[in-house]
Nanobody
Framework: VQLQACGGGLVQAGGSLRLSCAAS????????MGWFRQAPGKEREFVAT????????YYADSVKGRFTISRDNAKNTVDLQMNTLKPEDTAVYYC????????????????WGQGTQVTVSS
């Protein structure tokens, strides 16, 4: 599976951005998809994950209620809608694919996209 993330940019606090991740490979629907982020000097942090079949979602507490993860298995895409953005959301955001159940650690993911920068100004 190859992943390509896009949609990052600069936004003011309180604004919104939508990230999208396009996957290649016919087995995309078999993978649990996730989003992570990494700020300078910090470890990669779990943001959200979505299961492959029913679309069950799970979020980090820091983004719950503000971010929404979704997927379209027919288009091989997974999106992250980010609302009410805060300066502390500033990071490089990565999409990733896993064959594990509800994976929240980066070590549980098998494939990674290249990352897209999100900057939230105060």
């Amino acid at each position: 599976v190859q992943l390509q993330a896009c949609g990052g940019g600069l936004v003011q606090a309180g604004g919104s951005l939508r990230l999208s991740c396009a996957a290649s490979g016919r087995t995309f629907s078999s993978y649990v998809m996730g989003w992570f982020r990494q700020a300078p000097g910090k470890e990669r942090e779990f943001v959200a994950t979505i299961s492959w079949s029913r679309g069950d979602t799970y979020y980090a507490d820091s983004v719950k209620g503000r971010f929404t993860i979704s997927r379209d298995n027919a288009k091989n895409t997974v999106d992250l809608q980010m609302n009410t953005l805060k300066p502390e959301d500033t990071a490089v955001y990565y999409c990733a694919a896993s064959l594990r159940w509800k994976p929240t650690s980066p070590y549980e993911y098998d494939y990674w996209g290249q990352g897209t920068q999100v900057t939230v100004s105060s």
